[in-house]
């Protein structure tokens, strides 16, 4: 029970998370030795079979849990790493300066090596390279999410067009070659770590994928590419799973790049809907209402991040309003109590519905003392 409940409790900075990461996979091997030395001095009789079976059971369900809280924990110093990258390099990205004086990505290589720096102190205080492999692979989607919600931002501003382009750069082809030049950058630092852990390279080349159609989506609408938009939507469409937010994606892509084609696109993403619903991979939209599970770490799911970016559901479209700072509390402590919240609803349904019903027992007795008074006149 304190387990399940009191977690995230111990996550209160990236010491902390890493603290609590050795801890619980120090617990999976302590209970797998307990165990272990308990069924072997106590030789249990052939009546007692179902017992041992159930203790095997239960204690590796045990072992399970303390496995996987050690991987989320790890992985939650995502959230301290992206901090000071959200409150001090966010404002940089996509800006005038990033596209105009920063002629080598001096931007994406800030967010590199801030990461590079925190990932040296995380492989030291974590204890095992397993969870250090779980740690860069988080970093690995952390990025990727962090760096599509800046641009979807650049996009969203309310500012004035450029009046030489019409758009939100001064120069389209220009800024297309930072973001191509800032994705290489990002990769290749991941890449590199890959040498040493190669089933990292799986995880980069999925997660890297969906900015790599953005691109082609982006070379597409400022004319740097001749392939068909027709093609990529499907592309985009795997990665969100969600029809509406397909469409909006496409369109601030081509908000950014090329305005007076927004209306065509738009167009294009309607005709297309049929064939993008009926795919047989795409999630169903009424997965996404669902609670996160308890082993989901926050801020690691682009799917979910655009999803409550363009406020799907009417209860999203928060996030990308908060500053860097409170985005990282949103994450930090508004997920974490979704499963308490949700304990909270279910109990006070189940006491409006007793409310509910001793409201209707009262209202029948009162009825009845009225029918009795009546009678007796």
Known sequence: YKQTHFR????????????????????????????TR?????????????????????????ISL?????????????????????????QDLFGEKWESSF???????????????FLGDIEVYLSNDFITKKVIDALVSATVVFYV??????ARQKQWLHKSTGCKFIDPQRAVTRISGDIVAMKGFFTDLADRMPALSRVIEKEFAVLTAI??????????????????????HKITKHYDVTRN????????????????????????????????????QTGHTQPPERSQVPGLSLENML?????????????????PKHMIDHLQHGVHVVREKRDEAESGEDSSVHVKILDSLQDLRAKSMRLERRASF
């Open 8 to 35: 995230d409790r111990c996550l209160q900075d990236l010491e902390s998370c890493c603290a609590a990461s050795n801890d619980f996979f120090g617990m999976t091997e302590t209970a797998d030795e307990v165990v």
């Open 149 to 154: 919600r800046c641009l979807l931002l650049k």
């Open 66 to 90: 303390y496995s996987s809280d050690a991987v989320y924990s790890a992985q939650m110093t995502h959230l301290y790493v992206f901090e000071p990258i959200c409150d001090r390099i966010e």
């Open 307 to 323: 999803v409550d970016f363009y406020d799907i559901h009417g209860f999203g479209g928060r996030l990308h309003k908060l500053s």
């Open 38 to 62: 308990v069924l072997n001095k106590y030789q249990l009789r052939e009546n007692r079979r179902k017992a041992k079976s159930m203790l095997r059971k239960k204690s590796q369900d045990l």
């Open 103 to 117: 002629t080598q990505n001096e931007v994406a290589l800030s967010i590199v090596r801030t990461i590079e720096d």
């Open 215 to 236: 691109y082609e989506c982006l070379c597409i609408g400022v004319g740097m590419s001749n392939a068909d938009i027709h093609d990529f939507v499907p592309v985009l």
């Open 249 to 284: 994606l496409v369109c601030d892509m081509y908000a950014l790049v090329s305005p007076k084609d927004e209306h065509r696109i738009r167009g294009l993403v309607a005709s297309m809907k049929k064939d993008l619903v009926s795919f047989p991979d795409v999630d169903s």
